[in-house]
């Protein structure tokens, strides 16, 4: 019942973020909250305007006069729009500024955790029950590494495993970041979807990587894992392993219904015969279980010939196994730490395996971070120096694949890397270079 005048003089008090929060109360609150005069005044507050729209009364009072063409001339809400993507572009721009530095070693930016931070990013999933509900989880710690970011979200509060349908992972950013404070999850976001999963016969349809006393995981590519609770088979915590190659853009530039695309390679016009093969091509590995880091390094001056293509594959051999020399150990007990609000554990034999693959310009051609697991194998060793059990870890996506192969030395108890092959898809290849292998 209050007049709009009245109200209209309340609002012009609230900063951005409250007046769109404002706006969102009912019909009435919008059309006056989206009031030009208004959001001039925190536009021109803000950026310098390439022409003046206001008179000065005097030097010593701060009331403007706004010009008349300003304000009347314009639909309602154009100052707000003006605003928000001046914002945006703002933001923008701080983030380009930090993301173009390049590691060398990585080829990826070097402060990418600054950048997230002058984002506002963070991130959140969202559970769909089979009514349509959705529950959101919020509560997030996060670690970052030198090529990734891991997510751990547990909660008291999670809803019943078997009335869940859907699994989804957002980005979610501020609509006016704000650097003097932390963003709010009360104001104004935009969602941008990086991946979505579904629940319905988890345990039957997902890889099962390992268990504890507690709990159990599964894997859901890409770079998915839960946890469920052995004694109820609910879920007791989500863990999401997210490769920094793609993430401000898949975190920040989809929508909240659609993924985000990387745009297709540029090939360099010198170098697309496939008769020379793959050449100087450089991997970064990162193998960690959330707080340890069991191996970081980079192998550079991997080739092939077009001759190693078998099966849909070019193969680039990284560690040999009939080159002791090169052989790599392990540094700490494998396992995977988790921990909740009450209880916390670790699962031996899993970790996250980081995986950045250059090629010879030095620009990242595969890359990804996803939970693995090593698994015993029944073969014997054949090699004299270690003659201790073996251990592989895979992992397959539709880009390619991981191959390693790992020997227990009991006199140390430490694992060393002894086999390491990395097999790239020709598709990729050929949509890489422009080629047909």
């Not at 951005?16 to 009435?28: E, Q």
């Not at 507050?45 to 706004?66: A, G, N, Y």
């Not at 707000?80 to 070693?105: G, S």
């Not at 793609?246 to 993924?259: I, Y």
Request: hydrophobic share 35%; aromatic share 10%; glycine share 6%.
């Amino acid at each position: 019942s209050m007049p709009s005048e009245m109200l209209m003089k309340i609002f012009s008090y609230l900063d951005a973020v409250s007046l769109l929060c404002v706006g969102c109360v009912n019909r009435h609150f919008y059309h006056l909250a989206n009031d030009n005069g208004i959001w001039l005044k925190i536009y021109s507050s803000c950026f310098q305007p390439k022409r003046t729209i206001w008179k000065m009364k005097s030097e010593q009072t701060e009331t403007v006069s706004l010009g008349c063409a300003a304000l009347h001339d314009r639909k309602p809400g154009y100052w707000k729009k003006e605003y928000i993507f001046k914002q945006i572009a703002a933001v923008k721009t701080r983030v380009m500024r930090l993301v173009k530095p390049v590691d060398p070693y990585t080829g990826l930016p070097c402060k990418n955790k600054e950048a997230m931070k002058a984002s506002g990013l963070s991130w959140i999933i969202v559970l769909k029950d089979k009514n349509g509900k959705e529950h959101v989880m919020e509560k997030a710690n996060l670690s970052f590494k030198d090529t990734s970011v891991t997510i751990l979200w547990y909660s008291t509060n999670w809803p019943c495993l078997d009335i869940l349908s859907t699994l989804k992972l957002f980005g979610v950013t501020p609509l006016l970041p704000d650097q003097s404070r932390a963003p709010s999850k009360n104001g104004p976001r935009r969602r941008s979807l990086i991946a979505e999963y579904h629940l319905a016969n988890l345990t039957e349809s997902s890889a099962a990587v390992g268990a504890d006393k507690l709990v159990q995981l599964f894997s859901l590519n890409p770079g998915l894992l839960v946890g469920l609770w052995k004694e109820k088979n609910e879920i007791a915590f989500v863990m999401a392993s997210l490769h920094y190659h793609q993430l401000l853009e898949r975190s920040t530039l989809g929508s909240a219904t659609v993924q985000y695309v990387l745009p297709p390679n540029k090939p360099v016009l010198d170098d697309v015969d496939p008769e020379y093969g793959l050449h100087d091509y450089s991997l970064h590995l990162d193998m960690h279980g959330g707080s340890c880091t069991y191996l970081c390094g980079t192998f550079k001056s991997l080739s092939c010939r077009k001759g190693d293509v078998e099966n849909g594959y070019l193969r680039l051999i990284v560690v040999s196994l009939k080159d002791n020399t090169k052989h790599l150990p392990l540094i700490g007990t494998v396992g995977l730490s988790w921990e909740t609000d009450v209880f916390k554990g670790n699962v031996k034999d899993c970790y996250v395996m980081d995986v950045t693959l250059l090629d010879e310009t030095g620009k990242p051609f595969w890359c990804f971070s996803a939970p693995v697991y090593m698994e015993l194998s029944s073969r014997a060793s054949s090699l004299y120096d270690y003659m201790g059990h073996i251990y592989t870890t895979d992992y397959a996506d539709s880009e390619g694949k991981v191959c390693v192969e790992l020997e227990w030395l009991e006199e140390t108890k430490e694992y060393f890397i002894v086999n390491l092959v990395l097999y790239i898809s020709t598709k990729k290849v050929n949509n890489w270079y422009g080629t047909n292998y």
